[in-house]
């Protein structure tokens, strides 16, 4: 046998949490249809809540995803004036709760826009109104690219220095250094913590339904006050949840798998 | 001659520890110079200034003409000097024909058929060209390191810097890097080694030099210094090494 044959891939894996995953998607399906009153009424009153905690969640993460990097290669910059401004946004950021945040970008700041409006007389400031959806992608972006750089950062300085060395020997510039060496290294490492952030963020999102976002929870609330069931409705609300939180969960792992498998 | 390495007063400072005080040095086009001396001698700090991994405070460094000050000089001067470290550093990412490839697609701006035939010709030269498609963690350390080598040559560097590149190797490897490194040498490839390796001084070298303390004790042609050696610091190294 030759020393250095090739690990054999398994071709074949299969990962037994998805029967957590069908369970869950079983038992809602059973109570939507065994007991179609309330529970596929409740199904169909959120239906577009759905569609909005997915879309915001997906937009948001996306968004984190860029201004996480950027944040923390600025943490990492060698200036002191970089290093120093977003070293205060992570750590302000970080000490605010999420929900005051929101808050926050949907009430304070327009009416601090349309008071500088007012005194510098400057028409579109004084007329300018947050629209719910874009303000919550805005905030959770805000306060999660915090978090996501922490996760970037430890994963690049996870990365041996005689990574970058070798790189800049070969006469790449810093950044040709972090998208070839770096960054394929680090994202190996940063998968399962970025998953996480993905599950707190689309749970957090449950969030912006105190500021006017007709998300899955501000539907729940909103038939809960018109049927008055709160047992059956928020049972539904919290089995969504925990469907898309379990799926996420089962496609980190699988992108884990896949990346492991690369090497 | 003209020099294609220079060194003028190099200055060198970590925190309070002055690790370089004033090294001058001149290399010329295809010598092959080996640097010892103790561990914190300041040999791989020296070493690594001359592509300027490493900062200096004072002197001034031209290699092949360019003075290393603009940072596009830098990166200019790092292009045609190919350096091989003490812990290989490949890419642990890349199969081992990436690793060759890699650099010369973002900087040559070579098409990948062109990058992959310098590359397996490289591989080829340094004795592994089955190795190409495995990964660096599968290979043994003399193996990486001879693909460092291929590497580091794949940009057709003027200037080859060796910072030790046998000392983690098990000592049966050596032998098959040392032997790539005097082919070069052989091929008139201007050389500066960080080595304990008198076999390969001897074999290759034109100059050695000796460095304590952040000076340069000693320099003189390999058979001369170790047989000869003039400095009393010289004899006690070497006293130790030989």
């Given at each position: 046998?030759?020393?250095?044959?090739?690990?054999?891939?398994?071709?074949?894996?299969?990962?037994?949490?998805w029967?957590?995953?069908?369970a869950?998607?079983l038992?809602?399906?059973?109570?939507?249809?065994?007991i179609?009153?309330?529970y596929?009424?409740?199904l169909?009153?959120v239906?577009?809540?759905?569609?909005?905690?997915?879309?915001?969640?997906?937009?948001s993460?996306?968004?984190?995803l860029v201004?996480?990097?950027?944040?923390a290669?600025?943490?990492l910059?060698?200036s002191?004036?970089?290093?120093?401004?977003?070293?205060?946004?992570v750590?302000?950021?970080?000490?605010?709760?999420m929900?005051?945040?929101?808050i926050?970008?949907?009430?304070?700041f327009?009416?601090?826009?349309?008071n500088?409006g007012?005194?510098?007389?400057?028409y579109s400031?004084?007329?300018?109104n947050?629209e719910?959806?874009?303000m919550a992608?805005?905030?959770?972006?805000f306060?999660?690219s915090?978090?996501?750089?922490?996760v970037y950062?430890?994963?690049?300085?996870?990365i041996?220095?005689?990574?970058?060395?070798?790189?800049?020997?070969l006469?790449?510039?810093?950044f040709?250094?972090?998208?070839h060496?770096?960054?394929?290294?680090?994202v190996?490492v940063i998968l399962?913590?970025?998953?996480?952030?993905?599950i707190?963020?689309?749970k957090?999102?449950?969030?912006?339904s105190?500021v006017?976002?007709?998300d899955?929870?501000?539907?729940?609330?909103e038939y809960?006050?018109?049927?008055?069931?709160?047992?059956?409705?928020w049972?539904?609300?919290a089995l969504?949840?925990?469907?898309?939180?379990?799926?996420a969960?089962?496609?980190?792992?699988?992108?884990e798998?896949r990346?492991r498998?690369?090497r | 001659m003209?020099?294609i390495?220079?060194?003028?007063?190099v200055?060198k400072?970590f925190g309070?520890?002055?690790?370089?005080?004033g090294?001058s040095?001149?290399?010329?086009?295809g010598?092959v110079?080996?640097?010892i001396?103790p561990s914190g001698?300041?040999?791989s700090?020296?070493?690594?200034?001359i592509?300027?991994l490493e900062?200096f405070?004072?002197?001034?460094?031209t290699?092949?003409?360019?003075p290393?000050?603009?940072?596009e000089?830098?990166?200019?001067?790092?292009?045609?000097?190919g350096?091989?470290?003490?812990?290989?550093n490949?890419?642990?990412h890349l199969?081992?024909l990436?690793?060759?490839?890699l650099?010369q697609?973002v900087?040559r701006?070579?098409?990948?058929a062109?990058a992959?035939?310098t590359?397996?010709k490289?591989?080829?030269?340094?004795?592994?060209?089955?190795k190409a498609?495995?990964?660096?963690?599968q290979l043994?350390g003399?193996q990486?390191?001879?693909?460092?080598i291929a590497?580091a040559?794949a940009?057709n560097?003027k200037?080859?810097?060796f910072?030790?590149?046998?000392?983690?190797?098990?000592?049966?490897?050596?032998?098959?890097?040392?032997d790539?490194?005097?082919?070069?040498?052989k091929?008139?490839?201007?050389?500066v080694?960080v080595s304990h390796?008198?076999?390969?001084?001897?074999?290759a070298a034109?100059?050695v030099?000796?460095m304590?303390?952040?000076?340069?004790?000693?320099?003189a042609p390999?058979l001369?210094?170790?047989?000869?050696p003039?400095?009393?610091?010289?004899k006690?190294?070497?006293?130790?090494?030989?």
């Amino acid at each position: 046998m030759e020393k250095n044959v090739l690990p054999a891939r398994k071709s074949r894996y299969f990962d037994r949490w998805w029967i957590l995953v069908a369970a869950v998607v079983l038992l809602i399906l059973l109570l939507v249809f065994l007991i179609p009153k309330p529970y596929k009424d409740i199904l169909l009153f959120v239906r577009n809540g759905i569609w909005t905690t997915i879309y915001i969640t997906i937009i948001s993460f996306l968004l984190v995803l860029v201004f996480g990097l950027l944040v923390a290669l600025a943490r990492l910059s060698k200036s002191m004036v970089v290093k120093g401004v977003s070293t205060v946004y992570v750590e302000v950021v970080r000490g605010i709760p999420m929900m005051v945040q929101l808050i926050f970008w949907y009430f304070a700041f327009p009416a601090l826009i349309q008071n500088i409006g007012d005194a510098l007389n400057i028409y579109s400031f004084r007329e300018y109104n947050a629209e719910a959806i874009s303000m919550a992608i805005l905030g959770l972006t805000f306060g999660y690219s915090a978090y996501m750089s922490e996760v970037y950062r430890a994963g690049i300085q996870s990365i041996s220095k005689g990574q970058m060395e070798a790189a800049r020997s070969l006469g790449m510039n810093y950044f040709q250094a972090m998208r070839h060496v770096i960054l394929p290294q680090a994202v190996r490492v940063i998968l399962p913590p970025v998953g996480n952030e993905f599950i707190t963020l689309l749970k957090d999102s449950s969030l912006v339904s105190v500021v006017a976002v007709a998300d899955m929870t501000r539907r729940g609330r909103e038939y809960q006050a018109a049927h008055f069931i709160p047992i059956q409705t928020w049972i539904m609300i919290a089995l969504l949840y925990l469907v898309m939180t379990l799926l996420a969960a089962r496609l980190v792992t699988y992108l884990e798998r896949r990346s492991r498998m690369e090497r | 001659m003209q020099s294609i390495i220079s060194i003028q007063n190099v200055h060198k400072y970590f925190g309070q520890v002055h690790a370089l005080k004033g090294v001058s040095l001149e290399v010329s086009k295809g010598e092959v110079i080996l640097i010892i001396g103790p561990s914190g001698s300041g040999k791989s700090t020296l070493l690594r200034c001359i592509n300027r991994l490493e900062e200096f405070d004072e002197g001034q460094i031209t290699v092949d003409g360019i003075p290393l000050d603009t940072a596009e000089n830098i990166n200019a001067v790092r292009t045609e000097v190919g350096m091989v470290f003490q812990q290989f550093n490949l890419f642990p990412h890349l199969s081992v024909l990436d690793n060759v490839t890699l650099a010369q697609k973002v900087i040559r701006k070579r098409s990948k058929a062109e990058a992959e035939e310098t590359a397996r010709k490289l591989l080829e030269k340094v004795g592994i060209p089955e190795k190409a498609d495995y990964f660096p963690g599968q290979l043994s350390g003399g193996q990486q390191q001879r693909v460092a080598i291929a590497r580091a040559l794949a940009m057709n560097p003027k200037i080859m810097l060796f910072d030790e590149p046998t000392s983690a190797l098990d000592p049966e490897m050596i032998q098959e890097v040392l032997d790539v490194m005097l082919n070069l040498a052989k091929e008139g490839m201007t050389m500066v080694v960080v080595s304990h390796e008198i076999g390969f001084a001897k074999a290759a070298a034109d100059r050695v030099i000796l460095m304590d303390g952040g000076l340069i004790i000693e320099e003189a042609p390999p058979l001369e210094l170790f047989n000869y050696p003039k400095e009393e610091r010289t004899k006690l190294f070497l006293s130790k090494v030989l």
